[in-house]
């Protein structure tokens, strides 16, 4: 893929001889959280990555052209506050090739590349999903249809609380994408510990589930899977507190007409305000913690390639 991807020489060799390697995304670097903690996360999930035994592959587009795996440079310039990177999901991409963009990539967007880079598990803080109120607007995250297509392993805390996390499981159904606990039974809640869906199937370990997405690919080949990591314990948000915020946050975009792809961005920011910073400490937490495991899971996963 030399010809569409830059892939950095770390990563290059790590996937070269079989050693395990994490995706990580650019939009909570870009547009998921403020300066500087922006930057500083970035650093604290490469490095969580990197402690557990893997090689770190932050993953975004400069002027066109698709990075796997980015040098500080790299990282500032996303992180900067008067960034120049759109936020880009999978339909994005050719059009920031041809015109020379610059792209912070989705969950979607960020498993495709790690796909077609050779890479087949990625860490991220929660996925995208069915947002509350889509029988009156269909907002529908890419992130889910790309599950259904592209086999790549998500490691999330399940998805962001500020959507409607029982109509996104019964969608991942019915695309037939696994969702596996890790540790749970329990749907996670983003910064909560739990919602009230459940998962397909509970894991106990980071190699039981290297054994399941092997087996899924050999029956389904298209497909990735969701791996369901809570949130730790001691910087968990009690739920019914987050919905409190949510709820205001919602009627604060519907009265500043904000909608489509802006909308995750701004709740997110919303409710960090309206938290009091409480949220984001739990957001880098949670995301800090789902890289750790994707390291674990992604060594799991090498070793049984390898056997």
């Not at 909570?28 to 959280?33: K, R, T």
């Not at 912070?104 to 077609?116: G, I, K, N, P, S």
């Not at 050999?218 to 915020?245: C, K, Q, Y």
């Amino acid at each position: 893929m030399s010809d569409l991807l830059d892939i950095a020489p770390e990563v290059a060799a790590a996937l070269a001889e079989g050693r395990p390697v994490v995706a990580l995304e650019s939009t909570i670097i870009a547009h998921g959280l403020p300066w500087p903690d922006n930057l500083e996360t970035a650093r604290l999930l490469e490095q969580a990555v990197r402690d557990h035994g893997a090689v770190p592959a932050t993953i975004a587009v400069f002027a066109g052209r698709p990075r796997i795996g980015l040098d500080e440079a790299a990282l500032r310039a996303l992180a900067a506050p008067d960034g120049t990177f759109a936020k880009a999901t999978t339909r994005d991409l050719g059009a920031l090739r041809v015109q020379g963009g610059n792209g912070a990539t989705t969950v979607a967007a960020t498993m495709r590349l790690a796909h077609l880079a050779g890479i087949a598990v990625f860490a991220t803080g929660g996925i995208g999903g069915v947002h509350r109120g889509w029988s009156g607007h269909m907002d529908v995250s890419a992130d889910l249809y790309e599950l259904a297509r592209t086999p790549v392993a998500v490691v999330c805390a399940g998805a962001k609380t500020i959507l409607d996390v029982p109509a996104t499981l019964e969608l991942l159904e019915s695309l037939g994408v696994p969702v596996i606990g890790y540790r749970c039974d329990a749907f996670p809640g983003f910064y909560a510990a739990e919602t009230d869906g459940a998962v397909q199937t509970r894991a106990e370990t980071v190699g039981e589930i290297a054994g399941i997405l092997a087996a899924n690919r050999a029956i389904a080949p298209a497909s990735g899977a969701v791996v369901a990591v809570p949130p730790p314990a001691d910087t968990a948000l009690d739920r019914g507190e987050v919905e409190g915020w949510i709820a205001a946050a919602l009627r604060n975009a519907a009265e500043e007409g904000v909608f489509g792809k802006a909308t995750t961005p701004y709740l997110l920011a919303r409710i960090v305000e309206l938290s009091e910073g409480r949220s984001l400490a739990a957001n880098v937490a949670l995301a800090r913690n789902n890289a750790a495991v994707a390291a674990e899971l992604a060594t799991a996963v090498a070793a049984l390639s390898r056997r």
